[in-house]
T-cell receptor, first 115, second 117 residues
Framework: DARVTQTPRDKVTEMGQEVTMRCQPI?????VFWYRQTMMQGLELLAY????????DSGMPKDRFSAEMPDATLATLKIQPSEPRDSAVYFC?????????????FGPGTRLTVL | GNSVTQMEGPVTLSEEAFLTINCTYT??????LFWYVQYPGEGLQLLLK?????DKGSNKGFEATYRKETTSFHLEKGSVQVSDSAVYFC????????????????FGTGTLLAVQP
């Protein structure tokens, strides 16, 4: 049963600390998306990659957020320094649009709390 | 630009009631349309989809028909259960036949459904 995995599932940290969230996309998927979900803003697209290259990160605050794909099996989202307003659930999703399907498969999310 | 508008929640129903969650969209070309469901504490998962006009997507008793003339993709279920309580998201993808298509999904704001026994 192929699934997107995310670690950690929960993270509590103090303001100013670095936070790294990791995602393992489904094997063979070449597109990876990072979303942030809050009660106030709903679901926001932060960044996405195709074949490990960033295609769009316009939804991401550039001064503190960075997203990378060191290899095809790992995507990372870093926040440095973290702020209380970054508290949210961060979802990773993967897909394979070049195979003809637009479906995105979501991971279980990382719940981040910045104190 | 492309956008999705769905009815605000929460929607509260009794078990076995009929469900409709409205979704309308604005898009160029012929996007694919989706309904995703998010159960408490989980990520979103695909519920159903339709890729062209007049297509009907269906799954787990839920249905939605791609209506090009009204730019709508309303979600329906004839008899809801307590286990259907979740947040439902309508979404569209860019039409791959138009220049600049990204295959991103554009999501609506989500509609919380609460089904009471």
């Amino acid at each position: 049963d192929a699934r997107v995995t995310q670690t950690p599932r929960d993270k509590v940290t103090e303001m100013g600390q670095e936070v790294t969230m990791r995602c393992q996309p489904i094997l063979g998927h070449n597109t990876v998306f990072w979303y942030r979900q809050t009660m106030m803003q709903g679901l926001e697209l932060l960044a996405y990659f195709r074949n490990r290259a960033p295609l769009d990160d316009s939804g991401m605050p550039k001064d503190r957020f960075s997203a990378e794909m060191p290899d095809a099996t790992l995507a990372t989202l870093k926040i440095q320094p973290s702020e209380p307003r970054d508290s949210a659930v961060y979802f990773c999703a993967s897909g394979a649009p070049t195979s003809g399907s637009d479906e995105q498969f979501f991971g279980p999310g990382t719940r981040l709390t910045v104190l | 630009g492309n956008s999705v508008t769905q009815m605000e929640g929460p929607v509260t129903l009794s078990e076995e009631a009929f469900l409709t969650i409205n979704c309308t969209y604005t898009a160029t070309g012929y996007p694919s349309l989706f309904w995703y469901v998010q159960y408490p504490g989980e990520g979103l998962q695909l519920l159903l989809k339709a890729t062209k006009a007049d297509d009907k997507g269906s799954n787990k008793g839920f249905e939605a028909t791609y209506r090009k003339e009204t730019t709508s993709f309303h979600l329906e279920k004839g008899s809801v259960q307590v286990s259907d309580s979740a947040v439902y998201f309508c979404a569209l993808s860019d039409d791959p036949n138009y220049g600049g298509a990204t295959n991103k999904l554009i999501f609506g704001t989500g509609t919380l459904l609460a089904v009471q026994p």
